[in-house]
């Protein structure tokens, strides 16, 4: 079994993740998106990945949110 990213087309965004037995056949990807094994990576929802380059970056870190002043 492998895992791969599933990636949009659009904004080689990673929308998803699955892990695949490509031994038990092909499996196409949905509409808009392409897949790219990910095996030993730590890689998943919300990285994007550059095709010309094979790099993945990960999406920003979520702010803190403001502590209130009393």
Known sequence: ???YAVINTATNICDNVVVWDD???PWTPPAGHYIISI???SVG???SYDPATGIW???PSP???ATPTQ
């Open 1 to 3: 079994m492998s895992t």
């Open 23 to 25: 031994t038990l056949g």
């Open 39 to 41: 095996d030993g990576l």
């Open 45 to 47: 929802i919300g990285f």
């Open 57 to 59: 970056t990960a999406p």
């Open 63 to 65: 702010e803190e949110p």
